[in-house]
Protein backbone atom coordinates (compact mmCIF):
# COMPACT_ATOMS: atom_id res chain seq x y z
CA UNK A 1 0.00 0.00 0.00
CA UNK A 2 0.91 3.61 -0.44
CA UNK A 3 -0.28 6.96 -0.08
CA UNK A 4 -0.06 10.66 -1.47
CA UNK A 5 -1.25 13.86 -0.96
CA UNK A 6 -0.83 17.39 -3.22
CA UNK A 7 -1.93 20.41 -2.31
CA UNK A 8 -2.09 24.23 -4.10
CA UNK A 9 -2.11 26.36 -1.37
CA UNK A 10 -4.55 27.86 1.23
CA UNK A 11 -6.42 30.77 1.39
CA UNK A 12 -9.96 32.19 0.04
CA UNK A 13 -9.99 30.28 -3.48
CA UNK A 14 -12.16 31.50 -6.10
CA UNK A 15 -11.10 28.92 -9.24
CA UNK A 16 -11.30 26.21 -6.73
CA UNK A 17 -13.07 23.80 -9.41
CA UNK A 18 -10.32 24.58 -12.12
CA UNK A 19 -7.67 24.24 -9.99
CA UNK A 20 -8.79 20.74 -8.19
CA UNK A 21 -9.24 19.48 -11.50
CA UNK A 22 -5.58 19.84 -12.34
CA UNK A 23 -4.55 18.55 -8.78
CA UNK A 24 -6.68 15.38 -9.58
CA UNK A 25 -4.85 14.54 -12.48
CA UNK A 26 -1.20 15.64 -11.12
CA UNK A 27 -2.65 13.08 -8.19
CA UNK A 28 -3.71 10.30 -10.51
CA UNK A 29 -0.12 10.40 -12.02
CA UNK A 30 1.66 10.46 -9.01
CA UNK A 31 -0.68 7.64 -7.59
CA UNK A 32 0.21 5.42 -10.73
CA UNK A 33 3.73 5.82 -10.09
CA UNK A 34 3.74 4.90 -6.62
CA UNK A 35 1.77 1.34 -7.46
CA UNK A 36 4.24 0.74 -10.39
CA UNK A 37 7.06 0.85 -7.28
CA UNK A 38 8.28 3.91 -7.63
CA UNK A 39 9.73 5.73 -4.54
CA UNK A 40 7.77 8.37 -2.45
CA UNK A 41 10.91 10.72 -3.20
CA UNK A 42 10.87 10.45 -6.85
CA UNK A 43 6.62 10.94 -6.47
CA UNK A 44 6.86 14.16 -4.46
CA UNK A 45 9.34 15.50 -6.71
CA UNK A 46 7.25 14.59 -9.81
CA UNK A 47 3.72 16.25 -8.45
CA UNK A 48 5.79 19.58 -7.60
CA UNK A 49 7.62 19.44 -10.80
CA UNK A 50 4.29 19.14 -12.12
CA UNK A 51 2.95 21.61 -10.28
CA UNK A 52 5.32 24.44 -10.78
CA UNK A 53 5.14 23.74 -14.54
CA UNK A 54 1.26 25.01 -14.52
CA UNK A 55 1.23 28.45 -14.43
CA UNK A 56 -2.17 28.05 -12.15
CA UNK A 57 -0.14 27.84 -9.31
CA UNK A 58 2.77 29.59 -7.53
CA UNK A 59 5.83 27.65 -8.14
CA UNK A 60 7.90 27.43 -11.32
CA UNK A 61 6.37 29.31 -14.07
CA UNK A 62 3.75 31.67 -13.13
CA UNK A 63 4.88 32.72 -9.58
CA UNK A 64 4.51 35.97 -7.73
CA UNK A 65 6.88 38.73 -8.91
CA UNK A 66 8.96 40.50 -6.45
CA UNK A 67 9.42 44.29 -5.75
CA UNK A 68 11.71 43.68 -9.03
CA UNK A 69 8.99 42.34 -10.94
CA UNK A 70 11.36 39.69 -10.90
CA UNK A 71 10.08 35.72 -10.03
CA UNK A 72 12.36 34.37 -7.06
CA UNK A 73 11.96 30.43 -6.13
CA UNK A 74 12.20 28.72 -2.88
CA UNK A 75 11.67 25.12 -2.55
CA UNK A 76 12.83 22.28 -0.12
CA UNK A 77 12.53 18.10 -0.24
CA UNK A 78 12.90 15.74 2.26
CA UNK A 79 13.54 12.12 2.41
CA UNK A 80 12.47 10.26 5.64
CA UNK A 81 15.64 7.61 4.78
CA UNK A 82 18.17 9.21 7.11
CA UNK A 83 16.63 12.06 7.38
CA UNK A 84 18.12 13.46 4.38
CA UNK A 85 16.96 17.05 2.82
CA UNK A 86 18.01 19.88 0.24
CA UNK A 87 16.78 22.90 0.27
CA UNK A 88 17.11 26.42 -2.33
CA UNK A 89 15.95 29.90 -1.90
CA UNK A 90 16.05 33.11 -4.01
CA UNK A 91 17.08 31.36 -7.20
CA UNK A 92 15.96 32.98 -10.49
CA UNK A 93 15.92 31.40 -14.10
CA UNK A 94 15.73 27.54 -12.84
CA UNK A 95 12.98 25.82 -14.50
CA UNK A 96 12.17 23.53 -11.57
CA UNK A 97 13.63 24.44 -8.11
CA UNK A 98 12.30 21.45 -6.70
CA UNK A 99 14.82 19.22 -8.86
CA UNK A 100 17.54 21.48 -7.59
CA UNK A 101 16.44 21.32 -3.78
CA UNK A 102 16.86 17.40 -4.53
CA UNK A 103 20.01 18.03 -6.50
CA UNK A 104 21.68 19.49 -3.47
CA UNK A 105 20.08 16.88 -1.51
CA UNK A 106 22.13 14.31 -3.28
CA UNK A 107 25.01 16.09 -4.77
CA UNK A 108 26.30 18.75 -2.66
CA UNK A 109 27.22 18.20 1.16
CA UNK A 110 25.22 20.82 2.24
CA UNK A 111 21.57 20.97 2.71
CA UNK A 112 20.82 24.57 1.49
CA UNK A 113 21.74 26.70 -0.75
CA UNK A 114 20.69 30.16 -1.59
CA UNK A 115 21.00 32.76 -4.65
CA UNK A 116 23.77 33.26 -6.65
CA UNK A 117 25.32 30.51 -5.10
CA UNK A 118 22.69 28.00 -5.74
CA UNK A 119 22.15 28.97 -9.28
CA UNK A 120 25.64 28.52 -10.41
CA UNK A 121 25.84 25.27 -8.21
CA UNK A 122 22.39 24.64 -10.46
CA UNK A 123 24.34 25.48 -13.52
CA UNK A 124 27.14 22.95 -12.87
CA UNK A 125 24.60 19.95 -12.42
CA UNK A 126 22.89 20.83 -15.44
CA UNK A 127 19.71 21.74 -13.84
CA UNK A 128 17.45 23.35 -16.56
CA UNK A 129 17.33 27.03 -17.00
CA UNK A 130 14.56 29.60 -18.61
CA UNK A 131 14.71 32.86 -19.43
CA UNK A 132 12.09 35.49 -17.37
CA UNK A 133 10.00 35.21 -19.51
CA UNK A 134 8.91 31.87 -19.04
CA UNK A 135 8.35 32.84 -15.37
CA UNK A 136 5.84 35.48 -16.08
CA UNK A 137 2.58 35.99 -16.91
CA UNK A 138 -0.07 38.25 -17.38
CA UNK A 139 -2.02 37.57 -14.76
CA UNK A 140 1.19 38.29 -12.44
CA UNK A 141 2.39 41.45 -13.77
CA UNK A 142 -1.35 42.63 -13.32
CA UNK A 143 -1.59 41.67 -9.55
CA UNK A 144 2.15 43.15 -8.73
CA UNK A 145 1.38 46.39 -10.40
CA UNK A 146 -1.79 46.14 -8.09
CA UNK A 147 0.26 45.30 -5.75
CA UNK A 148 2.93 48.02 -5.62
CA UNK A 149 0.44 50.96 -6.16
CA UNK A 150 -1.37 49.94 -2.85
CA UNK A 151 1.99 49.61 -1.48
CA UNK A 152 1.11 46.08 -0.12
CA UNK A 153 4.11 43.66 0.36
CA UNK A 154 2.26 40.82 2.11
CA UNK A 155 -0.58 39.93 0.10
CA UNK A 156 -0.22 36.93 -2.02
CA UNK A 157 -1.78 35.74 -4.66
CA UNK A 158 -4.56 37.92 -4.32
CA UNK A 159 -6.97 39.62 -6.80
CA UNK A 160 -7.25 43.27 -6.26
CA UNK A 161 -9.20 44.86 -3.03
CA UNK A 162 -8.52 41.50 -1.42
CA UNK A 163 -5.47 41.38 1.03
CA UNK A 164 -5.51 38.22 2.42
CA UNK A 165 -6.93 35.65 -0.73
CA UNK A 166 -4.56 32.81 -1.15
CA UNK A 167 -1.20 31.76 -0.31
CA UNK A 168 0.06 30.11 -2.82
CA UNK A 169 2.72 27.89 -2.12
CA UNK A 170 2.45 23.75 -3.63
CA UNK A 171 3.78 20.60 -2.21
CA UNK A 172 3.28 16.76 -2.03
CA UNK A 173 4.12 14.04 0.51
CA UNK A 174 4.06 10.14 0.14
CA UNK A 175 5.05 7.09 1.59
CA UNK A 176 5.90 4.20 -0.94
CA UNK A 177 5.37 0.30 -0.99
CA UNK A 178 8.51 0.09 0.99
CA UNK A 179 7.48 2.35 3.35
CA UNK A 180 9.44 5.52 2.55
CA UNK A 181 8.37 9.09 3.32
CA UNK A 182 9.38 11.89 1.27
CA UNK A 183 7.92 15.58 1.61
CA UNK A 184 8.16 18.67 -1.18
CA UNK A 185 7.31 22.35 -0.95
CA UNK A 186 7.84 25.10 -3.34
CA UNK A 187 6.73 28.47 -4.04
CA UNK A 188 7.17 31.96 -5.76
CA UNK A 189 6.64 33.05 -2.07
CA UNK A 190 4.79 36.22 -1.52
CA UNK A 191 3.76 39.19 -3.93
CA UNK A 192 6.01 42.53 -4.39
CA UNK A 193 8.11 41.14 -1.77
CA UNK A 194 11.46 42.89 -0.56
CA UNK A 195 14.80 42.66 1.79
CA UNK A 196 15.34 39.25 0.92
CA UNK A 197 12.25 37.58 2.48
CA UNK A 198 12.75 33.99 2.89
CA UNK A 199 9.46 32.16 3.97
CA UNK A 200 8.88 28.73 5.38
CA UNK A 201 8.96 26.85 2.54
CA UNK A 202 12.62 25.92 2.00
CA UNK A 203 12.91 25.68 6.13
CA UNK A 204 13.30 21.79 7.14
CA UNK A 205 11.41 21.38 9.78
CA UNK A 206 8.82 24.39 9.17
CA UNK A 207 7.84 24.51 5.69
CA UNK A 208 8.47 20.68 4.85
CA UNK A 209 9.78 17.34 6.73
CA UNK A 210 9.73 13.53 6.42
CA UNK A 211 11.22 10.82 8.86
CA UNK A 212 10.05 7.38 8.29
CA UNK A 213 9.29 6.77 11.57
CA UNK A 214 6.90 9.52 11.71
CA UNK A 215 5.49 11.01 9.22
CA UNK A 216 6.16 13.73 5.84
CA UNK A 217 4.72 17.02 6.01
CA UNK A 218 4.39 19.93 3.85
CA UNK A 219 2.85 23.21 5.17
CA UNK A 220 1.33 26.44 3.02
CA UNK A 221 -0.01 29.73 4.60
CA UNK A 222 1.51 33.00 6.19
CA UNK A 223 5.44 31.81 6.34
CA UNK A 224 6.31 34.02 9.06
CA UNK A 225 3.51 32.14 11.24
CA UNK A 226 5.31 28.78 9.98
CA UNK A 227 8.58 29.74 11.19
CA UNK A 228 7.97 30.66 14.32
CA UNK A 229 6.02 27.79 15.01
CA UNK A 230 8.69 24.83 13.24
CA UNK A 231 5.15 23.79 11.88
CA UNK A 232 6.19 20.51 9.92
CA UNK A 233 8.45 19.38 12.98
CA UNK A 234 5.97 20.15 15.61
CA UNK A 235 3.64 18.03 13.56
CA UNK A 236 6.22 15.50 13.48
CA UNK A 237 6.91 15.33 16.99
CA UNK A 238 3.76 15.00 17.90
CA UNK A 239 3.20 11.65 15.89
CA UNK A 240 6.86 10.73 17.74
CA UNK A 241 6.20 12.02 21.54
CA UNK A 242 2.65 11.19 21.62
CA UNK A 243 1.23 8.52 18.99
CA UNK A 244 -0.62 10.55 17.35
CA UNK A 245 -2.04 9.72 13.80
CA UNK A 246 -1.63 12.26 10.76
CA UNK A 247 -5.26 13.59 10.91
CA UNK A 248 -4.60 13.92 15.08
CA UNK A 249 -0.88 15.73 14.24
CA UNK A 250 -2.55 18.18 11.89
CA UNK A 251 -5.51 19.02 13.69
CA UNK A 252 -3.26 19.49 16.91
CA UNK A 253 -0.55 21.54 15.05
CA UNK A 254 -2.77 23.97 13.51
CA UNK A 255 -4.53 24.19 16.67
CA UNK A 256 -0.90 25.14 18.57
CA UNK A 257 -0.34 27.67 15.65
CA UNK A 258 -3.66 29.69 15.72
CA UNK A 259 -3.40 29.63 19.51
CA UNK A 260 0.88 30.33 20.01
CA UNK A 261 0.79 33.27 17.06
CA UNK A 262 -2.64 33.54 15.92
CA UNK A 263 -1.42 31.71 12.29
CA UNK A 264 -2.96 31.22 8.97
CA UNK A 265 -1.94 27.96 7.54
CA UNK A 266 -2.60 24.63 6.24
CA UNK A 267 -0.72 20.99 6.26
CA UNK A 268 -0.67 17.98 4.63
CA UNK A 269 0.85 15.13 6.96
CA UNK A 270 0.98 10.99 5.85
CA UNK A 271 2.17 9.08 8.55
CA UNK A 272 4.22 5.90 8.64
CA UNK A 273 0.90 3.90 8.35
CA UNK A 274 -0.19 5.22 5.28
CA UNK A 275 -3.06 7.55 6.87
CA UNK A 276 -3.61 10.66 6.17
CA UNK A 277 -4.22 14.34 7.66
CA UNK A 278 -5.09 17.85 6.69
CA UNK A 279 -5.84 20.81 8.23
CA UNK A 280 -5.95 24.09 8.14
CA UNK A 281 -6.78 27.68 9.78
CA UNK A 282 -7.79 29.61 6.92
CA UNK A 283 -11.18 29.42 4.98
CA UNK A 284 -10.40 26.85 1.92
CA UNK A 285 -7.42 24.59 1.00
CA UNK A 286 -6.69 22.94 -2.71
CA UNK A 287 -5.55 19.27 -1.63
CA UNK A 288 -5.94 16.00 -2.95
CA UNK A 289 -5.15 12.58 -1.41
CA UNK A 290 -5.03 8.66 -2.09
CA UNK A 291 -4.84 7.17 1.33
CA UNK A 292 -4.23 3.54 1.41
CA UNK A 293 -5.87 3.54 -1.87
CA UNK A 294 -8.47 5.39 -1.12
CA UNK A 295 -9.00 8.60 -2.53
CA UNK A 296 -9.73 11.61 -0.08
CA UNK A 297 -12.79 13.83 -0.62
CA UNK A 298 -12.00 17.26 -0.84
CA UNK B 1 16.19 34.26 39.76
CA UNK B 2 18.25 34.37 36.55
CA UNK B 3 20.26 31.85 34.79
CA UNK B 4 22.38 32.33 31.17
CA UNK B 5 25.05 30.08 29.38
CA UNK B 6 26.82 31.58 26.63
CA UNK B 7 29.14 29.39 24.11
CA UNK B 8 31.91 30.16 21.51
CA UNK B 9 31.62 26.80 19.95
CA UNK B 10 32.65 23.36 19.84
CA UNK B 11 35.12 20.65 18.48
CA UNK B 12 38.96 20.25 19.53
CA UNK B 13 39.96 23.11 21.27
CA UNK B 14 43.57 24.29 21.45
CA UNK B 15 43.24 26.94 23.32
CA UNK B 16 40.37 26.35 25.58
CA UNK B 17 41.51 28.39 28.54
CA UNK B 18 42.39 31.65 26.52
CA UNK B 19 38.11 31.27 25.05
CA UNK B 20 37.26 30.19 28.87
CA UNK B 21 38.47 33.29 30.18
CA UNK B 22 37.20 35.78 27.63
CA UNK B 23 33.41 33.50 28.06
CA UNK B 24 33.78 34.36 31.82
CA UNK B 25 34.10 37.70 30.95
CA UNK B 26 31.02 38.26 29.15
CA UNK B 27 28.99 35.74 31.46
CA UNK B 28 29.59 38.15 34.53
CA UNK B 29 28.64 41.20 32.60
CA UNK B 30 25.40 39.49 31.48
CA UNK B 31 24.66 37.75 34.40
CA UNK B 32 25.14 41.05 36.13
CA UNK B 33 22.33 42.57 33.79
CA UNK B 34 19.92 39.76 34.63
CA UNK B 35 20.63 40.48 38.46
CA UNK B 36 19.73 44.29 37.58
CA UNK B 37 16.10 43.36 36.11
CA UNK B 38 16.99 43.28 31.97
CA UNK B 39 15.20 41.37 29.91
CA UNK B 40 16.16 37.62 28.68
CA UNK B 41 16.78 39.07 25.06
CA UNK B 42 18.51 42.06 25.65
CA UNK B 43 21.08 39.83 27.66
CA UNK B 44 21.52 37.44 25.15
CA UNK B 45 21.74 40.25 22.33
CA UNK B 46 24.24 41.88 24.88
CA UNK B 47 26.15 38.72 24.73
CA UNK B 48 26.51 37.97 21.22
CA UNK B 49 27.63 40.89 20.72
CA UNK B 50 30.32 40.74 22.37
CA UNK B 51 31.29 37.82 21.14
CA UNK B 52 30.73 38.73 17.21
CA UNK B 53 32.78 42.10 18.43
CA UNK B 54 35.63 39.52 19.44
CA UNK B 55 38.28 38.39 17.28
CA UNK B 56 38.86 34.82 18.71
CA UNK B 57 35.16 33.85 17.77
CA UNK B 58 33.62 32.96 14.19
CA UNK B 59 31.11 35.70 14.68
CA UNK B 60 30.69 38.99 13.20
CA UNK B 61 34.66 40.94 13.64
CA UNK B 62 37.39 37.76 12.94
CA UNK B 63 34.76 35.24 10.98
CA UNK B 64 36.02 32.53 8.74
CA UNK B 65 36.31 33.31 5.30
CA UNK B 66 34.37 32.13 2.57
CA UNK B 67 35.18 31.03 -0.87
CA UNK B 68 35.98 34.70 -2.51
CA UNK B 69 37.86 35.80 0.59
CA UNK B 70 34.90 37.56 2.27
CA UNK B 71 33.19 37.26 5.38
CA UNK B 72 29.22 36.45 4.96
CA UNK B 73 27.68 36.77 8.30
CA UNK B 74 24.53 34.89 9.52
CA UNK B 75 22.63 35.17 12.86
CA UNK B 76 19.35 34.82 14.67
CA UNK B 77 17.43 35.89 17.90
CA UNK B 78 14.29 34.24 19.59
CA UNK B 79 12.08 35.37 22.32
CA UNK B 80 10.11 33.03 24.09
CA UNK B 81 7.53 35.64 24.25
CA UNK B 82 4.88 34.50 21.56
CA UNK B 83 7.38 33.10 20.25
CA UNK B 84 8.92 36.22 18.38
CA UNK B 85 12.01 35.61 15.87
CA UNK B 86 14.65 37.68 13.63
CA UNK B 87 17.07 35.60 11.50
CA UNK B 88 19.53 36.95 8.99
CA UNK B 89 22.00 34.90 6.43
CA UNK B 90 24.79 36.10 3.49
CA UNK B 91 25.24 39.48 5.17
CA UNK B 92 28.29 41.44 4.45
CA UNK B 93 29.78 44.29 6.31
CA UNK B 94 27.26 44.75 9.50
CA UNK B 95 28.93 45.09 12.72
CA UNK B 96 26.62 42.98 14.21
CA UNK B 97 24.17 40.91 12.68
CA UNK B 98 22.55 39.54 16.07
CA UNK B 99 21.29 43.22 16.41
CA UNK B 100 20.07 42.86 12.76
CA UNK B 101 18.45 39.68 13.63
CA UNK B 102 16.74 41.73 16.34
CA UNK B 103 16.10 44.40 14.50
CA UNK B 104 14.33 41.86 11.80
CA UNK B 105 12.38 40.64 14.98
CA UNK B 106 10.86 43.77 16.17
CA UNK B 107 10.94 46.20 13.27
CA UNK B 108 9.58 43.66 9.95
CA UNK B 109 6.62 41.94 9.15
CA UNK B 110 9.39 39.41 8.48
CA UNK B 111 11.19 36.40 9.84
CA UNK B 112 14.24 36.12 7.79
CA UNK B 113 15.76 38.27 5.13
CA UNK B 114 19.05 37.33 3.70
CA UNK B 115 22.27 38.72 1.50
CA UNK B 116 21.71 42.36 0.14
CA UNK B 117 18.15 42.65 0.87
CA UNK B 118 18.57 42.34 4.59
CA UNK B 119 21.83 44.44 3.73
CA UNK B 120 19.04 46.72 2.62
CA UNK B 121 16.91 46.37 5.56
CA UNK B 122 19.67 47.21 7.97
CA UNK B 123 20.96 50.54 6.03
CA UNK B 124 16.69 52.16 6.10
CA UNK B 125 17.17 50.84 10.31
CA UNK B 126 20.53 52.79 10.63
CA UNK B 127 22.17 49.32 11.69
CA UNK B 128 26.06 49.97 12.11
CA UNK B 129 28.01 49.20 9.07
CA UNK B 130 31.83 48.00 8.79
CA UNK B 131 34.32 48.01 5.71
CA UNK B 132 35.50 44.21 4.73
CA UNK B 133 38.94 45.42 6.31
CA UNK B 134 37.12 45.48 9.64
CA UNK B 135 35.79 41.77 9.67
CA UNK B 136 39.13 39.95 7.80
CA UNK B 137 42.11 38.81 10.60
CA UNK B 138 45.34 38.01 9.01
CA UNK B 139 44.49 34.72 10.99
CA UNK B 140 41.85 34.14 8.69
CA UNK B 141 43.40 34.56 5.80
CA UNK B 142 46.40 32.50 6.33
CA UNK B 143 43.46 30.00 7.20
CA UNK B 144 41.27 30.68 4.12
CA UNK B 145 44.23 30.33 2.12
CA UNK B 146 45.37 27.13 3.52
CA UNK B 147 42.05 25.39 2.85
CA UNK B 148 41.94 26.99 -0.56
CA UNK B 149 45.31 25.17 -1.52
CA UNK B 150 43.95 21.76 -0.01
CA UNK B 151 40.28 22.29 -1.81
CA UNK B 152 38.60 22.09 1.33
CA UNK B 153 35.30 23.60 1.33
CA UNK B 154 33.80 22.09 4.86
CA UNK B 155 36.57 22.35 7.33
CA UNK B 156 35.72 25.36 9.97
CA UNK B 157 38.10 27.36 12.35
CA UNK B 158 40.74 24.39 11.65
CA UNK B 159 44.31 24.77 11.57
CA UNK B 160 46.51 23.59 8.86
CA UNK B 161 46.74 19.79 8.87
CA UNK B 162 43.57 19.46 10.84
CA UNK B 163 39.95 19.33 8.95
CA UNK B 164 37.81 19.34 11.79
CA UNK B 165 39.43 20.76 14.37
CA UNK B 166 36.65 23.82 15.94
CA UNK B 167 32.96 24.41 14.86
CA UNK B 168 33.08 28.38 15.53
CA UNK B 169 29.81 29.41 15.87
CA UNK B 170 28.81 31.62 19.25
CA UNK B 171 25.16 31.56 21.13
CA UNK B 172 23.48 32.62 24.49
CA UNK B 173 20.72 31.68 26.41
CA UNK B 174 19.06 32.94 29.28
CA UNK B 175 16.03 33.57 31.14
CA UNK B 176 14.98 36.25 33.27
CA UNK B 177 13.63 37.16 36.07
CA UNK B 178 10.12 37.61 34.90
CA UNK B 179 10.08 34.17 33.57
CA UNK B 180 11.10 35.32 30.04
CA UNK B 181 13.32 33.09 28.13
CA UNK B 182 15.52 34.35 24.45
CA UNK B 183 18.58 32.29 22.47
CA UNK B 184 20.41 33.75 20.30
CA UNK B 185 22.98 32.41 17.60
CA UNK B 186 25.72 34.04 15.69
CA UNK B 187 28.34 32.83 13.03
CA UNK B 188 30.94 33.20 9.89
CA UNK B 189 29.81 29.69 8.51
CA UNK B 190 32.81 27.41 7.19
CA UNK B 191 36.11 28.31 5.80
CA UNK B 192 36.22 28.82 2.03
CA UNK B 193 32.07 28.11 1.43
CA UNK B 194 30.67 28.72 -1.54
CA UNK B 195 27.43 28.30 -3.52
CA UNK B 196 25.58 30.31 -1.16
CA UNK B 197 25.53 27.62 1.55
CA UNK B 198 23.59 28.66 4.49
CA UNK B 199 23.62 26.42 7.66
CA UNK B 200 21.87 25.84 11.02
CA UNK B 201 22.54 29.14 12.64
CA UNK B 202 20.00 31.65 11.31
CA UNK B 203 17.53 29.00 11.06
CA UNK B 204 14.72 28.95 13.72
CA UNK B 205 14.13 25.47 15.32
CA UNK B 206 17.79 24.84 14.16
CA UNK B 207 20.28 26.52 15.44
CA UNK B 208 18.08 28.55 17.86
CA UNK B 209 14.76 28.07 19.72
CA UNK B 210 12.87 29.64 22.55
CA UNK B 211 9.38 29.25 24.13
CA UNK B 212 8.72 30.45 27.87
CA UNK B 213 6.28 27.27 28.02
CA UNK B 214 9.21 25.10 27.41
CA UNK B 215 12.93 26.19 26.96
CA UNK B 216 15.74 28.22 25.10
CA UNK B 217 18.11 26.59 23.00
CA UNK B 218 21.34 27.45 21.16
CA UNK B 219 23.46 25.09 18.68
CA UNK B 220 26.37 24.87 17.01
CA UNK B 221 28.58 22.25 14.99
CA UNK B 222 28.20 20.73 11.50
CA UNK B 223 25.36 22.86 10.37
CA UNK B 224 23.94 20.37 7.77
CA UNK B 225 23.28 17.93 10.73
CA UNK B 226 21.36 20.20 12.82
CA UNK B 227 19.62 21.30 9.62
CA UNK B 228 18.20 17.75 9.28
CA UNK B 229 17.64 16.70 12.81
CA UNK B 230 15.96 20.33 13.74
CA UNK B 231 17.73 20.19 16.82
CA UNK B 232 16.71 23.04 19.14
CA UNK B 233 12.72 21.90 18.26
CA UNK B 234 13.95 18.61 19.13
CA UNK B 235 14.71 19.78 22.18
CA UNK B 236 12.28 22.06 22.65
CA UNK B 237 9.64 19.47 22.03
CA UNK B 238 11.19 16.87 24.48
CA UNK B 239 10.56 19.12 27.56
CA UNK B 240 7.05 19.96 25.93
CA UNK B 241 5.87 16.61 25.74
CA UNK B 242 8.60 14.08 27.88
CA UNK B 243 8.83 16.58 30.51
CA UNK B 244 12.65 16.59 30.44
CA UNK B 245 14.82 18.95 32.09
CA UNK B 246 17.06 21.22 30.28
CA UNK B 247 20.01 18.71 30.63
CA UNK B 248 17.89 15.58 30.02
CA UNK B 249 16.75 16.92 26.67
CA UNK B 250 20.23 18.64 25.67
CA UNK B 251 21.78 14.75 26.17
CA UNK B 252 18.83 13.47 24.58
CA UNK B 253 18.35 15.56 21.79
CA UNK B 254 22.42 15.12 21.03
CA UNK B 255 21.88 10.85 21.21
CA UNK B 256 19.18 11.67 18.49
CA UNK B 257 21.31 13.80 16.64
CA UNK B 258 23.88 11.15 16.98
CA UNK B 259 21.89 8.19 15.89
CA UNK B 260 20.59 9.67 13.41
CA UNK B 261 23.12 11.73 11.30
CA UNK B 262 25.90 10.31 13.23
CA UNK B 263 25.95 14.47 13.86
CA UNK B 264 28.48 16.44 15.51
CA UNK B 265 27.04 19.66 17.33
CA UNK B 266 27.03 20.87 21.02
CA UNK B 267 24.11 22.58 22.44
CA UNK B 268 23.49 24.83 25.43
CA UNK B 269 19.74 24.54 27.30
CA UNK B 270 17.63 26.73 29.76
CA UNK B 271 14.52 25.54 30.79
CA UNK B 272 11.65 27.58 32.04
CA UNK B 273 12.45 26.67 35.31
CA UNK B 274 16.17 27.99 34.91
CA UNK B 275 17.71 24.89 35.11
CA UNK B 276 21.06 24.33 32.57
CA UNK B 277 21.84 21.93 29.82
CA UNK B 278 24.93 21.28 28.08
CA UNK B 279 25.52 18.60 25.51
CA UNK B 280 27.87 17.64 22.86
CA UNK B 281 29.29 15.11 20.45
CA UNK B 282 32.15 16.66 19.55
CA UNK B 283 35.17 15.90 21.47
CA UNK B 284 34.73 19.63 23.52
CA UNK B 285 32.53 22.88 23.68
CA UNK B 286 33.54 26.13 25.12
CA UNK B 287 31.03 27.81 27.48
CA UNK B 288 30.14 28.97 30.74
CA UNK B 289 27.52 29.64 32.29
CA UNK B 290 25.58 30.84 35.55
CA UNK B 291 22.05 28.95 36.92
CA UNK B 292 20.25 30.11 39.14
CA UNK B 293 22.77 31.87 41.07
CA UNK B 294 24.90 29.10 40.75
CA UNK B 295 28.58 28.89 38.11
CA UNK B 296 28.56 25.68 36.34
CA UNK B 297 31.79 24.02 36.18
CA UNK B 298 33.63 23.51 32.97
Chains 1, 2 share one sequence.
Not at 275 to 287: A, E, H, L, N, Q
Amino acid sequence: MSSLIIHGGVGTISNKKELLEKIHVILKEGSEMLSSGASAVDVVEYCVIRLEDDEFFNAGKGSVLNEGGSVELDAAIMSGDFLMAGATAGVRGIKNPISLARTIMEKSEHVFLVGAGAEDFAGSHGLKKMPDSYFVTSKRVEQWEAAKSAGVTTLDHAEKGDSEKKYGTVGAVALDDKGKLAAATSTGGIVNKKFGRVGDSPIIGAGVYADNNTCAVSATGIGEHILRTVLAKDIADRVRFEGMTAQEAAQKGIDYLVEQVDGKAGVIVIDKNGKCGVSFSTPDMVYGGVCNGITMET
